[in-house]
């Protein structure tokens, strides 16, 4: 499996800036897909945005236009930059990857805060 490493999370006013980074163990060149998600205690875990292998994304309704996932693969790091930040973008930030040969992980997490 590769690890991941998240950070970058913090506290924020609304209408601030975040860029949070997932730094992987291995390369990442070859992962079929590569994501964020949040979560906010006692609810389910949400994808918030994803980058599949032909470097393609998506997003979730409510972060499109203030959110980019980007990757670097010369640095092995998955990224979200987090743009006018609302208070309802307060969760726990998750990466997961997934690869071939049933790479499948997650990283453990970064806490954003955003005061209104």
């Known amino acids: 499996q590769v690890q991941l490493v998240e950070s970058g999370g913090g506290l924020v006013q609304a209408g601030g800036s975040l860029r949070l980074s997932c730094a992987a163990s291995?390369?990442?060149?070859?992962?079929?897909?590569m994501a964020w998600y949040r979560q906010v205690p006692g609810e389910q875990r949400d994808l918030v945005a994803r980058?599949?292998?032909?470097?393609?994304?998506n997003y979730a309704d409510s972060v499109k236009g203030r959110f980019t996932i980007s990757r670097d693969n010369t640095k092995n790091t998955v990224y979200l930059q987090m743009n006018n930040l609302k208070p309802e973008d307060t969760a726990v930030y998750y990466c997961?990857?997934?690869?071939?040969?049933?790479?499948?992980?997650w990283g453990q997490g970064t806490q954003v805060t955003v005061s209104s």
């Open positions: 997961n990857v997934i690869g071939t040969r049933g790479i499948n992980s």
């Open positions: 291995g390369s990442i060149f070859s992962m079929l897909l």
């Open positions: 980058m599949i292998v032909d470097g393609s994304t």
